[in-house]
C-alpha cells in the first residue's frame, strides 16, 4: 500500500465568521421568539430590571436567562447598564402591544406554526416543493374553509403591515387617483395608510369573507368607514370593482410566476385609461444574487405557500408584458419596495 503524503495545514483566504453567522442566525430568532412569548418586553415596559428580579418574574433559571438576554441585547432590542435590562427604542417600537407598529402579532403567529421554519419542514419543502403550513397544501383554501385560521392569519400580517402602510404612500403620487382596489389586502391597512396620507382617496379591501370581517374591525377603528368598503370576491374568479389605483402587497410573492402574470393583466384589463398598479414586496437586485431579504423570504415561502420573491427587474417586465407603461421601481420602508406602472 502506497504511503500518503502527509497533510499539510491549510490557511483559507477569509475567516469562518460567515459559516458561523449562518448558524448563529438559528438560535438569534427563537430567543427573541421566546423572549415575546415569555413576555420579557412588556416586563421591562415597567421599568429596568436586574437579572435576579427578571429571572424571578419569569420563574426561569440564571443560565437560559442570560443566553437570552444577551440574545435580544446583542440583537439590539435591550441595553444593559448598571446592571439593569432595560428596552431599547427599537423594543418600545416595535415589541409593546400599545405601539401602533406592534410587530408581535406576526410573531404569534410564527411560534404557533413553528415547525413550519423547523429543518426537516424546510427540506421536505425543497424536496417536494409543496409548501408545509398547516399541514400542507393551499393556506388559502384552508382559510375559506377555516375562519378562525383566517382571522389568525389576518391579525398576523395586520401586525407587520401598518408600518409600511404609513411610507409606501409617500414613495409613489396617488394625489391623481379616486379609488384604490386593494387586491388581497388582508386587514385593509394597505387601504387605510393611503386613504390618512391622501384625503380624496376611497379604498376598497377585496378578500375572501372571513378576512373581511377582519378589515371592517380595522377600518372601523380607523374612523375610516365611510371612505374605506370591503368586497368579498375570490381575486381569481371574480371581477374586480371599479378603480383607477390597483394595489398588491405581499401577493405576488405567494404565487408562481405565470399566476402573477395573470393578475397583471387582469389588473391592466379591470381599469381604465391613467389607472395605475403597484406592487409592494420585498425585491431582489436585478441580478437575483441578493440583499439576503428576498433570499430568506423565498426560502419563507417555500413552507407557507407556491410563491418566491422576485426582482425589481422581473415584476417590471412583468407589467410592461401585460400592457402597463412607464414602469418604475421606488424604495419604500425598510426592505420593501414599491414596482409600479401605468396603463396610458
Keep these: 500500500m502506497a504511503l500518503q503524503p502527509p497533510l499539510k495545514p491549510h490557511q483559507p483566504r477569509g475567516d469562518d465568521r460567515p459559516l458561523w453567522d449562518a448558524v448563529f442566525a438559528v438560535y438569534g430568532y427563537p430567543a427573541l421568539l421566546i423572549a415575546h412569548r415569555l413576555k420579557v418586553f412588556p416586563l421591562l415596559e415597567q ?3 436586574t437579572l435576579p428580579e427578571i429571572c424571578t418574574a419569569l420563574n426561569i433559571k ?28 427599537l423594543a418600545e417600537d416595535y415589541l409593546l402591544e400599545k405601539s401602533p407598529s406592534y410587530f408581535g402579532f406576526f410573531w404569534d403567529m410564527m411560534i404557533d ?4 421554519f423547523s429543518y426537516a419542514s424546510l427540506e421536505r419543502a425543497v424536496l417536494t416543493d409543496v409548501p408545509q403550513a398547516y399541514g400542507g397544501g393551499d393556506i388559502y383554501k384552508s382559510h375559506e374553509e377555516q375562519a378562525e385560521l383566517a382571522r389568525k392569519f389576518t391579525r398576523g400580517m395586520h401586525s407587520i403591515s401598518m408600518t409600511l402602510a404609513s ?3 409617500e414613495a409613489v403620487d396617488l394625489s391623481g387617483h379616486q379609488r384604490m382596489l386593494d387586491i388581497g389586502g388582508g386587514s385593509g391597512a394597505h387601504t387605510i395608510g393611503a386613504a390618512l396620507k391622501v384625503p380624496h382617496l376611497q379604498g376598497v379591501v377585496l378578500d ?15 374612523g375610516l368607514r365611510d371612505r374605506i368598503k370591503t368586497h368579498v370576491a375570490d381575486m381569481w374568479n371574480d371581477p374586480f370593482p371599479e378603480a383607477d389605483l390597483h394595489f398588491y402587497s405581499n401577493i405576488f410573492h405567494d404565487w408562481p410566476l405565470e399566476k402573477c402574470k395573470v393578475l397583471a393583466e387582469k389588473s391592466f384589463a379591470s381599469m381604465g385609461s391613467g389607472g395605475r398598479i403597484i406592487i409592494h414586496d ?6 437575483k444574487t441578493g440583499p439576503f431579504a428576498p433570499a430568506a423570504y423565498s426560502m419563507l415561502m417555500m413552507g407557507w405557500t407556491e410563491g418566491e420573491s422576485y426582482s425589481g427587474r422581473e ?5 410592461k408584458y401585460a400592457g402597463f407603461q412607464d414602469t418604475h421601481v421606488y424604495p419604500a420602508f425598510g426592505y420593501y419596495s414599491v414596482v409600479t406602472g401605468v396603463k396610458l
Design 282 to 287: 420585498v425585491i431582489y437586485n436585478d441580478e
Design 208 to 222: 375572501l369573507e372571513p378576512i373581511c370581517e377582519v378589515a371592517q374591525e380595522f377600518i372601523a377603528k380607523y
Design 315 to 319: 415584476l417590471s417586465t412583468m407589467l
Design 47 to 49: 421599568g429596568a430590571r
Design 62 to 89: 440564571r443560565r437560559p436567562a442570560v443566553a437570552m438576554l444577551s440574545a435580544a441585547t446583542a440583537l439590539g432590542f435591550l441595553s444593559l447598564h448598571d446592571e439593569r435590562y432595560s428596552l431599547t427604542s
Design 167 to 169: 411610507a409606501w404612500p
Design 113 to 116: 406554526n413553528s415547525e413550519v
